[in-house]
């Protein structure tokens, strides 16, 4: 080390900065954003421990409906947590590692996720390359990543969401390969079409107000058509059906909405 370099050395530049103290302190809000990553890697372990049981009992990966439900249930559970962790922390306190916290939970319960469920849907029929199916998940996961780094650094005007929210994206995919069980490329392509528009610079409004409470009882009655399809399995199709129809629906009507509402501004301007 030359001497003008011992002179540009500074004693205090790896000592931590800022309220390092408070920034151990988990909030009643961190205490939800690490129990909606808990749920996210429950909802992997419930998947896994299906399709090793399924291949050593010589089925292939056929993941059986209570497996994959519980699993789904568990990611319904992770964003609920992950809809009131917010509202938690603007009510009561927020920690110093909060907003980092909720988003590497996000990361893990509808990116990773969703992404492994698609490698064992797509994985369980031969009629799909297996590189496709772990193409179509990397896109799913690495657009959920992205749009968790676009959150925290861009903000829109209209305090809306730039993008697909992740856990919408999640709900998406798993409504897709719900609805569709037997695999094909045109699900795949359906699959990356959710992955582009979290992406996106399509504008999805926050969920607050009469909006917060109509995505809490979609949440809830999501939950109830997954018991109700574990509990009869010979019954059940239909309302999970319904229910993933009308998730589908939800995500392509909001661009459609707001197409047609910048074209009618354009005629107006």
């Excluded at 990553?37 to 399924?54: E, H, N, P």
């Excluded at 969401?161 to 409504?175: D, K, N, R, Y």
């Excluded at 045109?186 to 917060?212: C, D, N």
Aim: with cysteine; charged share 15%.
């Amino acid at each position: 080390m030359t001497a003008a370099d011992a002179g540009r050395w500074d004693e205090t530049a790896d000592e931590p900065q800022g309220p390092v103290g408070k920034a151990f302190r988990l909030s009643a809000a961190d205490s939800l954003s690490l129990g909606n990553a808990l749920c996210g890697f429950l909802s992997v372990c419930v998947m896994a421990t299906a399709a090793i049981q399924s291949l050593q009992a010589g089925h292939g990966l056929k993941v059986e409906p209570r497996f994959f439900a519980t699993a789904v249930v568990l990611l319904l559970i992770g964003a609920t947590c992950d809809l009131f962790d917010g509202l938690v922390a603007r009510r009561f306190r927020a920690s110093a590692m909060g907003a980092e916290l909720d988003n590497l939970a996000d990361v893990i319960s509808f990116g990773f996720a969703p992404a492994f469920m698609v490698v064992i849907w797509g994985s369980s029929s031969g009629d799909l390359q297996l590189w496709s199916v772990l193409l179509v998940a990397g896109a799913i996961l690495l657009a959920g990543v992205v749009r968790l780094a676009r959150f925290a650094c861009v903000k829109t005007k209209s305090g809306d969401f730039m993008g697909l929210p992740i856990p919408m994206g999640a709900m998406t995919v798993i409504s897709i390969i719900m609805l569709f069980t037997t695999p094909n490329y045109l699900v795949l392509a359906a699959l990356l079409g959710v992955a582009w528009l979290m992406v996106s610079r399509i504008e999805y409004p926050k969920p607050k107000g009469q909006l917060l409470a109509v995505v809490l009882a979609w949440i809830l009655v999501n939950v109830a058509f997954l018991t109700f399809w574990v509990a009869f399995p010979e019954n059940g199709d239909l309302p999970i059906k319904v229910g993933g129809a009308m998730q589908i629906a939800l995500v392509a009507a909001i661009p459609l909405r707001m197409l047609f509402y910048k074209r009618e501004k354009r005629k107006v301007s």
